[in-house]
């Protein structure tokens, strides 16, 4: 959608609505129903919501006029926004509303995809409203001064939402689930770089992050679209699926304030969908941060070729059999660093991906990466079609200086990331190149890369980065770990950080083998 002409804002009033966005969030927090910061959070997503889809569908109304055609609103009569947010309904009876004549209209939506998903998100869960019905005219009051039509408006509105959710994330832990820090995404996005007219998919969408940074990059990149290209790009670009709802409804409202009118987002266990064969849906590109560390019962279990319980491989099975069987279809994701060392099932499930796909890039992130959404070790995995692989090029980010671990006061920042972005796309255009130049046998790929790096005649490496050629992985065992060879491991031990943080995902790993055998046991195997 684009911005109204006569909506001009001017700095001190984007500043203004600012402040007015936060003074609503501080009315929600002293009201009895919204202490937390999950609550408020949940209950500003939601009118935030709402007063967009009203003033998305003035604009779809007078589109439809000016083409001699009819639109049917969604909310329409006594729902729409202005019969009830700008009414002055005594407070008593706009609770009522809301609890008797609202919500239970959203929830039965129904006809198409998006009232479907307008329906997803007021469902399934006890919506948060405010106790007491002044607190709630105040907000709305000042909801209503938002121009969803003005991308000044828009703009504001998205910065303090992102701002919102890094608030829920450092108060409360349960946003390590679906949020990720913005400069990681933004590499992940960066180094898988979407293109106009592909489909861009995550299975986990959580707050939006990788669907709304995708969008930016989009609109960055392609200035001057089509109507055509617009309309594809608004309506059959964005997709994605979260398990949980409050979630749902915070990565929902987070793609709508990027800019994307009505994106795909469902509401379910995206693990649910059977893969042991080819999905009927499938994806050009893939971005995710997965749920790692989490369980699945046996029936989501035999959804998948290789049954396990760790969220992680599942999902990765999922992402391997929804990107399209085509050359170019990719996937940019974080694991945890257990994924990369485990055996048994993990093992076959990365023979299966070096076969079918060209694993060409991991980035091992430091301690803290994530803080302090989550304190796991992880990684960044880029994988396309077709395979198989042939080399896997690894870059370790090191911590700044003075540093011991990432963390909430000292968070990643786009700078730390600054080499390993200049090196991956480097390696992403001319790996097929640089490959051919390994070594022939498994044995001397690390007396290659220290004789590389000493010449300084390869622009993708440096102390931090290095190449393996796929025989050395076979020759582990399918173990992926990021070993540097540029480190003395005499010289350099890992850090006690490391090694705890890898202790715990050995400890998951006997959990994990532990829980197999008792389950084979109850059901009479010997």
């Known amino acids: 959608y684009g911005s109204n002409p006569l909506a001009l804002t001017s700095p001190s009033t984007r500043q203004s609505l600012e402040s007015d966005i936060w003074r609503a969030c501080d009315i929600l927090r002293r009201d009895n129903n919204c202490g937390g910061v999950m609550e408020y959070v949940e209950h500003i997503a939601w009118l935030l919501f709402l007063r967009f889809l009203d003033a998305q569908e003035d604009a779809w109304e007078t589109e439809a006029s000016l083409s001699g055609k009819t639109y049917h609103r969604i909310l329409e009569g006594d729902l729409r926004w202005e019969a009830w947010a700008r009414r002055d309904l005594p407070a008593d009876d706009l609770i009522q509303f809301v609890h008797t004549r609202l919500i239970p209209s959203l929830r039965g939506l129904a006809g198409d995809p998006f009232r479907e998903t307008v329906s997803a998100i007021f469902s399934e869960r006890n919506v948060i409203v405010a106790a007491s019905g002044y607190n709630l005219k105040d907000v709305l009051n000042i909801i209503d001064g938002i121009d969803f039509l003005n991308q000044d408006d828009i703009h504001t509105v998205s910065r303090v939402y992102e701002s919102l959710l890094r608030r829920l994330g450092n108060e409360n832990k349960m946003a390590g689930e679906f949020y990720t820090p913005r400069p990681i995404i933004r590499l992940v996005v960066d180094l898988t770089a979407p293109k106009l007219g592909e489909s861009i998919y995550d299975p986990a969408t959580g707050s939006g992050g990788f669907l709304s940074e995708s969008y930016d990059y989009l609109r960055d990149k392609y200035r001057d679209l089509t109507i055509a290209q617009s309309e594809k790009l608004q309506t059959e670009t964005f997709y994605g699926r979260e398990k949980k709802a409050v979630p749902h409804l915070l990565g929902m409202m987070n793609v709508v304030l990027h800019g994307v009118a009505r994106p795909n987002i469902r509401h379910g266990n ?78 076959t499930v990365k023979k299966d991906l070096l076969e079918q796909f060209n694993l060409h890039t991991i980035i091992s992130l430091p301690p803290g990466a994530f803080a302090p959404y989550a304190d796991v070790k992880t990684v960044l995995m880029f994988f396309e079609r077709p395979g198989p692989t042939k080399a896997i090029w690894y870059y370790e980010l090191s911590l700044p200086e003075g540093l011991k671990k990432f963390s909430k006061g000292n968070p990643v920042l786009d700078e730390h990331l600054r080499e390993a972005r200049q090196m991956a796309e480097t390696w992403r255009d001319q790996q097929a190149q640089i490959a051919a130049q390994l070594p022939p046998d498994a044995e001397t790929w690390q007396a290659w890369n220290k004789a590389r790096l000493e010449q300084a005649d390869l622009p993708v490496l440096s102390k931090n980065a290095w190449i393996v050629p796929v025989e050395e992985i076979r020759a582990r065992g399918y173990d992926l770990s990021a070993r540097n060879p540029h480190r003395d491991a005499a010289a350099e031990l890992p850090k006690p950080i490391e090694l705890t943080s890898r202790l715990l995902e050995r400890v998951r790993e006997l959990h994990d083998i532990i829980e197999g055998l008792h389950q084979k046991l109850g059901n009479g195997e010997e």
Not at 295 to 317: G, R, S, Y
Not at 319 to 340: D, H, S, T, Y
């Open 270 to 347: 995206t693990l649910e969908e059977p893969m042991k064969s080819a999905p009927a849906e499938r994806f050009d590109v893939v971005l995710t941060n997965p749920p790692f560390g989490g369980t699945e019962n046996q029936q989501i279990q035999e959804n998948f070729p290789v049954q396990v319980n760790a969220t992680e491989l599942l999902f990765l099975q999922h992402i391997m059999k929804k990107l399209k069987p085509r050359a170019g279809a990719r996937c940019g994701m974080v694991m945890p660093e257990g994924v990369l060392f485990r055996g048994g099932a993990f093992a």
